[in-house]
């Protein structure tokens, strides 16, 4: 399979206990997008990378998340000091650079429970 | 007010019924996507446009840019049809970032 994975597909946790999330986009996408997506509602942009920089991070990412793509290519976000309110579905996609046009490549998801 | 709006929220149709969903945007786009979400899973694409009208298989989807709104047509619906069916949008001023904004969904159960 030569899409977008996601790993773990969910994670139970305890409130306060930091949690680390891993996307794999496709291998020669250069893009890659974080967002969260809360139940009933539509996913939320959260974080972009191209290749290994940051360019751009939502209001929605407050101090206690972080997100890191070092080589380029897998990223990994990672929570600290977890809250209820955290609990969510965490997307990745990715995509090629360039052009008004581009389309966007989604993983299964990582489902975090905050308990 | 949420910049990109779809209607109905929650849909219920029998087999075999032409299913219409909407989605009206308040930003200027330079694409719109419709995407399909089953329960716990991810999210597929279905469709990317900026103008006009695109066909695959049973879906339909139209965009009027002017009228900045687009349509999710599925003719002769079938029970594996069931999912959420999300909108999403690029704004034109976006920059370089290309992220979308998303509607809530729209959740479709097709009954046998």
């Known amino acids: 399979d030569t899409g977008v994975s996601q790993n773990p597909r969910h994670k139970i946790t305890k409130r306060g206990q930091n949690v680390t999330f891993r996307c794999d986009p496709i291998?020669?996408?250069?893009?890659l997008y974080w967002y969260r997506q809360t139940l009933g509602q539509g996913p939320e942009f959260l974080t972009y990378?191209?290749?290994?920089?940051?360019?751009?991070k939502s209001r929605l990412l407050s101090d206690r998340f972080s997100a890191e793509r070092p080589k380029g290519s897998f990223s990994t976000l990672e929570i600290q000091r977890t809250e209820q309110g955290d609990s969510a579905m965490y997307l990745c996609a990715s995509s090629l650079a360039g052009g008004p046009y581009f389309e966007q490549f989604f993983g299964p998801g990582t489902r975090l429970t905050v308990l | 007010k949420n910049e990109v709006e779809q209607s109905p929220q929650n849909l219920t149709a029998q087999e075999g019924e032409f299913i219409t969903i909407n989605c009206s945007y308040s930003v200027g786009i330079s694409a719109l996507h419709w995407l399909q979400q089953h329960p716990g899973g991810g999210i597929v694409s279905l469709f990317m446009l900026s103008s006009g009208k695109k066909k695959h298989g049973r879906l339909i989807a139209t965009i009027n840019i002017q009228e900045k709104h687009s349509s999710l047509h599925i003719t002769a619906s079938h029970p594996r049809d069931s999912a959420v069916y999300i909108c999403?949008?690029?704004?034109?001023?976006?920059?370089?970032?290309?992220?979308?904004?998303f509607g809530t969904g729209t959740l479709l159960a097709v009954q046998p």
């Open positions: 999403a949008v690029r704004p034109s001023l976006g920059g370089a970032t290309n992220k979308l904004i």
């Open positions: 291998s020669e996408h250069n893009r």
């Open positions: 990378f191209q290749n290994e920089a940051q360019l751009e």
